[in-house]
Nanobody, 120 residues
Framework: QVQLVESGGGSVQAGGSLRLSCRSSGIASSIGAMGWYRQAPGKQRELVASITRGGSTNYVDSVKGRFTISRDNGKNTINLQMNSLKPEDTAVYYC??????????????WGQGTQVIVSS
């Protein structure tokens, strides 16, 4: 069973920066793509950024040039560096991982979420 724990959320003024981290623990055959999603009040959860095990990245258009996702496979950790934050970035940010468990079954797991608040 793989578990994800996020950290690094908080409150910041517009234009500021935050760095989110997501650490996975537990045993799995392998962990594949990981990513960050966010959900603002009254809105659907959306993909913010994702990264494959090989390091290929994908970003939603609204964060391109401001956010950077990175990964440490040895530590099974991903980070999201968020710069030039805007009030519309305010949301609960969730970490997600895809993988294969010890019984060779695909799994998807989510973290509990970390709140990011950006004030104008």
């Amino acid at each position: 069973q793989v578990q994800l724990v996020e950290s690094g959320g908080g409150s910041v003024q517009a234009g500021g920066s935050l760095r989110l981290s997501c650490r996975s623990s537990g045993i799995a055959s392998s962990i594949g793509a990981m990513g960050w999603y966010r959900q603002a009040p009254g809105k659907q959860r959306e993909l913010v950024a994702s990264i494959t095990r090989g390091g290929s990245t994908n970003y939603v258009d609204s964060v391109k040039g401001r956010f950077t996702i990175s990964r440490d496979n040895g530590k099974n950790t991903i980070n999201l560096q968020m710069n030039s934050l805007k009030p519309e970035d305010t949301a609960v940010y969730y970490c997600k991982a895809n993988g294969i468990d010890l019984r060779r079954r695909d799994f998807v797991t989510w973290g509990q979420g970390t709140q990011v608040i950006v004030s104008s």
